[in-house]
């Protein structure tokens, strides 16, 4: 009776303990879905396509007495794959800035400015999922910095006069995908990023600044120098990119330069990029999109590119929804 008693109490007292921890969170599940219609003259993507993508994101955060918030958040993608999680990290932010752990894209990547994207960067000339994305293309184009999901930690300043400066530590950039560990990791071909960025409004003009660097990423423990900027005024935007990868110990670096523009005015973005890439080729993009109700966009646009590394050209069209709850 005695053990019954004491084990019946512990739990009453986990229960309250937990129900009074959940009461002091903001937890929410948010999310996105796309589904649409392409098509594409591609070797490997060849005439009509089908488009469905989707991710829930779980949120937690708590702001504690002395001001201080703690942040959790989980993405989970909403299709059966090897890299069934995507971004997951933690982060604790005050006055002295923000320190993240967990899975996330570079700080370079994070805090580039310099690209102007579709809806979840479904159509795009630079950075994006692209409809191109097989073999025999450029590929998946993911400079600047590094654009992956590996265990890291991150420091973010705080922004001063519209500038900050950020930096990430990867101890090991295979710690994307199905081989994570809850386990601590260490360095195994590790790589750091680093840099700074300006955001300022003066009247109706907005401006956009930022540098990045990162050392020692893959096999080739490449470099890579990032600048971007943006101007935005009466609805238009204007956003541009310089990229130099630089392998270690080979005279052979690449450079990428990247433009892109884009015009709001009510429900409706019309918008567009270039880039031209030393190796990989030159790619386009051109898309517009209409808000249909509130979380819901229509888009539709189309992709062109050149990859000098492989014969011919690839072309095609993707029209798709955009719901974001």
């Known amino acids: 009776m005695k053990k019954a008693l004491i084990a019946t109490t512990a739990l009453v007292a986990a229960g309250f303990a937990t129900s009074a921890t959940a009461a002091e969170w903001s937890t929410s599940v948010t999310g996105y879905y796309f589904l649409g219609l392409g098509a594409s003259d591609n070797s490997n993507a060849d005439g009509v396509g089908i488009l469905r993508d989707g991710e829930a994101h779980v949120r937690a955060k708590l702001v504690a007495d002395n001001g201080i918030t703690f942040q959790a958040r989980i993405e989970l993608e909403a299709y059966t794959n090897g890299d069934q ?11 002295f800035g923000t320190i993240m752990i967990g899975g996330n894209d570079s700080a370079a990547y994070n805090n580039h400015v310099g690209t102007i994207y579709a809806p979840g960067a479904r159509i795009g000339y630079y950075d994006s999922f692209r409809l191109f994305g097989g073999a025999g293309t450029n590929g998946t184009f993911s400079d600047p910095g590094v654009a992956s999901d590996d265990v890291a930690i991150h420091y973010t300043s705080p922004t001063m006069s ?11 950039p295979a710690t994307d995908g199905a081989g994570d560990s809850n386990n601590p990791v260490f360095e195994n071909g590790d790589y750091w990023t680093g840099g700074a960025s300006y955001s300022g409004n003066f009247g109706d003009f907005g401006f956009g600044l930022s540098a990045g660097y990162t050392n020692g990423f893959g096999a080739a423990d490449t470099d890579t120098v990032n600048i971007g900027v943006n101007m935005s005024a009466s609805g238009f935007k204007v956003a541009a990119t310089y990229n130099n990868d630089d392998p270690q110990g080979a005279d052979n670096s690449t450079e990428t330069f990247a433009l892109g523009a884009q015009y709001s005015t009510g429900p409706w973005t019309v918008g567009g990029g270039y880039r031209d ?19 819901v966009l229509f888009t539709a646009g189309v992709e062109y590119s050149d990859a000098d590394a492989v014969a011919g050209s690839d072309f095609g069209g993707l029209a798709y929804l955009t719901m974001r709850f």
């Open 85 to 95: 999680i995507d971004e997951n990290y933690g982060t604790i932010s005050g006055s």
């Open 162 to 172: 519209g500038f900050k400066v950020y930096g990430s530590y990867h101890p090991d």
């Open 277 to 295: 890439h030393e190796d990989l080729g030159e790619q386009g993009a051109a898309w517009v999109t209409y808000g249909l109700a509130p979380g």
